[in-house]
């Protein structure tokens, strides 16, 4: 202890004036686990060591000791925001790898559910981000708008947040009756408040003030650094996953990819807003596209056999007990296979060597990338600026798990 006090003593004398802070890991800000260490010239920033904190699990290690299916519940605490856009990708290339082409109603609901899941990530990072400005009001409109979202995820999967909701070759079941109607309806409520938040926020001047011109990020900055999302969108760079490298439905909806010019924070924030929009008018287009069918693959050896067949045959009963106790026997191979997350390019690149468990698994986590270029947006600026600015990141611990 005393030799960290002398060190710190040390570091004083040498940077002359300037004050050597920790910002977190309890501060209200920081999510309980990231911590600044800032070297600060009276309120402007000279220099920022990151901690990302010790939100870690170990999934991709954990990965190796399950069932391929068995992965699953641990991709929904990679990004507890929105679990239902992981759980989605992960099984995405376990299809690739296996060569499984799913159903167009299968296609269509997890479309559904990867929409449904964006606009819960993006509301409340809209809302948090206006509470620690001081702004009570919007804080509470977007998490009510929130509220109104996760009863119907509940209604879908059987759980408000960790879903484990998708199967390889398919879905846990099929859309309850009367889900459309109950989508329709929480979705004209999440339109009502986030006129509200707009309202409140958008043209509010010190909102604008403490948002405009501050976390700066340039196109070849965020391109250099890996930056996916919207992180990327909002510095003019067009790209988005959903519209350029299309999966599941989404060739099939109309949609716009929404893009920044300054790739400040108010972009940042004006584009989760016109992307909530743009979610919606999937999600509606979805639901009056949906087609029938069946929702998972007719192959005992990917999917369970129904509960009639397992009970009712000598077959049924040998696949289920098969798939349960050795899991899926995926080819030997490797595959990668990214899809759009809320906070940018969720990829998950996996390795079988042709048995029931994966031999490597590893996330390309959207956050992580975010967080690499959080010092270049802060330094010589000022101490407040750190606050917009890592809101706006929308840095999710669980997604930088390492």
Known sequence: MTASIHALKQTAERVGDDMIINMGPSHPAT??????????????????DITIGYLHRGFEKMAEA???????????RLNYVSP????????????????????????????????????????????????????FAPFLFGVQARE?????????????????YTRIGGLRHDLPEGFGELVESGLCKVEDLCTKVDQ???????????????????????????????????????????KHQPYLAYDELDFDVIVGQAGDNYDRYLCRMEEVRQSIKMIRQLLKQMPGGP???????????????????????????????DGHQVPAGEAYYPIEGGNGEVGFYIVSQGNGRPYRIHVRPPCFYAMGILK????????????????????IGGEVDR
């Open 31 to 48: 999510h309980g686990t990231v911590k600044f260490v800032l070297t600060l010239d009276g309120e402007t920033i000279r220099d920022m």
């Open 66 to 76: 399950g069932t391929w299916q068995q992965v699953l519940p641990y991709t929904d």
């Open 84 to 135: 239902l856009i992981n759980n989605v990708g992960y099984v995405g290339a376990v299809e690739k790898l296996w060569g499984i082409e799913i159903t167009p109603r299968c296609k269509y609901i997890r479309t559904l559910a990867c929409e449904i899941s964006r606009i819960t990530d993006h509301l409340t990072s809209l809302g948090a981000g206006a509470l620690e400005l001081g702004g």
């Open 148 to 164: 109104v979202l996760y009863p119907i995820v509940e209604e879908l999967t059987g759980a408000r947040l960790t879903t484990s």
């Open 200 to 242: 409140l926020l958008t043209r509010n001047r010190i909102f604008y003030d403490r948002m405009i011109g501050t976390g700066v990020l340039s196109q070849k900055d965020a391109i250099s650094s890996g930056c996916t999302g919207i992180m990327l969108r909002c510095t003019g760079v067009d790209w988005d996953l959903r």
């Open 295 to 325: 929702v998972n693959v007719k192959d005992w050896n990917v999917v369970l056999p129904p509960k009639h067949d397992v009970y009712n045959s000598i077959e049924g009963m040998i696949a289920h007990f098969k798939l349960v106790t």
């Open 376 to 395: 270049k947006l802060c330094v010589n600026h000022m101490l407040a600026d750190i606050i917009p600015t890592f809101d706006t990141l929308n840095m």
